[in-house]
């Protein structure tokens, strides 16, 4: 079974690359579209047979998930007037990135979930054999190896380190469009949350970056939690200050942003069909950040530096 | 399957030249429909999202998981509904003509 879930991904990471070839030309654009959604439903139906899906609860929960927001996103897509289409785009890119956020969330779980359980076996392993306390065992594990009791020692430091990436990444992604989102939207206005915007946004990228390492060594949840909350303020801070006009140009760097996330998070689950999405979208979706903040002739680090020095007392 | 070491450094570099490569030559008028295009395609999220929901085992996994399965569905589904609409202007004359006869 698992070797027609690998075949179809093949499969679909072939139509993928194929649709979005037919997408940059006007001629075959619409059977672009076509074979990408192709694609995706061989992907997702595949995926019901996956050998690692298991559970009645857990069918019940995905088949109601796609249905509640297929049903909810068919409609939203549909009813939007052709004008509102960006801030659509925006929205749906940053329900991705969230859904990046929140697999990297589910394995780090998995991680902390299985780290007690191994550390207290080993030590009462070496509590029975070096005749000592269960705790002081313990103690003794943690002090000689603390990286068996820590996300990267649950999961590999390689998968780690993309998951931790892809989760900063997709969080960031996830608030940033929801910004601009509301901003495209008009529901809002403002151009700064805090005084001195961009000297606290250096700040909380900082923080965030400090605790992403630190979920890295960690074998707390409220390390993780941290820094899950502080991708999501610095994604708000830093889509925040930008205008209405460079929008576009930022939702699609978002967008390139939100496919790399993907691209990590299938790293760190060991699925090639999101690794080659993801990728191909996270180059794709760099290359046309440049080349439209190119035709809307604004070079690209005006865009994204757009109010430096002018925030104070911008409203 | 894993995927490991080098092995996965050379899927991530020939991807990010695909990703380069296809879309090159893309003209002015096709860059936001390109860009929402790109945005279905990683709606391909909703695989690992209903994986990691798959192999949930604790209620606080499950929630999470199932965040990720609503959210990665929503950017897959929404993602193809607009890029849709937004291809629908670029129809040949001949199909306009047919249906314009319907």
């Known amino acids: 079974m698992n070797f027609i879930v690998q075949l179809t991904y093949l499969l679909a990471a072939v139509l993928f690359i194929l649709g979005l070839k037919g997408m940059s030309s006007p001629k075959t654009a619409r059977k672009g579209i076509i074979w990408a959604g192709v694609g995706m439903v061989l992907a997702t139906l595949v995926t019901f047979v996956h050998p690692a899906v298991h559970g009645l609860t857990n069918y019940l929960l995905i088949i109601i998930g796609i249905a509640v927001a297929g049903v909810l996103a068919w ?25 990046a ?3 990297a969330g589910v394995e780090m779980l998995r991680a902390l979930r299985t780290l007690p ?5 080993q030590a009462q392993a070496l509590s029975n054999e070096a005749g000592i306390s269960l705790a002081a065992a313990e103690a003794a594990l943690r002090a000689e190896g603390a990286a068996t009791a820590s996300v ?3 999961l590999g430091a390689d998968v780690a380190i993309l ?3 892809g989760a900063l990444i997709g969080t960031v992604a996830f608030s940033g469009s929801l910004v601009a989102w509301a901003k495209l ?24 970056v400090l605790f992403g390492v630190m979920t890295f060594f960690t074998d707390s949840i409220a390390v993780v939690a941290i820094f899950f909350a502080l991708g999501l303020l610095f994604g708000v801070f830093v889509a925040v200050p930008i205008g209405g006009a460079d929008m576009p140009v930022i939702i699609s760097l978002f967008n390139a942003l939100t496919g790399l996330a993907v691209g990590f998070e299938g790293y ?9 999405a993801g990728t191909v979208v996270g180059a794709a979706g760099t290359l046309l950040t440049q080349l439209m903040a190119k035709a809307m002739n604004r070079p690209l680090t005006n865009v994204l530096f757009a109010g430096w020095g002018s925030t104070e007392g911008a409203t | 399957m894993a995927i490991e070491g080098f092995v996965a450094i050379y899927i991530f570099m020939l991807a990010a030249f695909a990703g380069f490569e296809v879309i090159s030559r893309v003209p002015v008028i096709l860059h936001t429909p390109l860009m929402s295009g790109s945005n279905f395609v990683h709606g391909i999220v909703v695989v690992g999202a209903m994986v990691v929901l798959g192999h949930a085992e604790t209620t606080a996994e499950q929630v999470v998981g199932f965040i990720a399965v609503v959210l990665a569905a929503g950017n897959a589904v929404g ?3 607009v890029t849709e609409r937004m291809l629908e202007m670029f129809k040949s004359k001949d199909e306009q003509k047919k249906e314009a006869k319907e």
């Open chain 1, 117 to 121: 359980g191994d550390l207290q076996s």
């Open chain 1, 163 to 165: 998951a931790i990436l």
């Open chain 1, 101 to 103: 956020a929140a697999i």
């Open chain 2, 79 to 81: 993602g193809y509904v």
């Open chain 1, 152 to 154: 990267a020692g649950a």
């Open chain 1, 75 to 99: 409609w939203s897509g549909r009813r939007v007037g052709m004008t509102e289409m960006p801030q659509m785009v925006a929205l749906y890119n940053g329900m991705g990135g969230g859904a």
């Open chain 1, 268 to 276: 760190a689950i060991g699925n090639p069909a999101m690794i080659i």
């Open chain 1, 185 to 208: 939207d008009g529901r809002m206005k403002r151009n700064s949350l805090v005084p001195a915007q961009q000297v606290v946004n250096i700040v909380v990228f900082g923080l965030t």
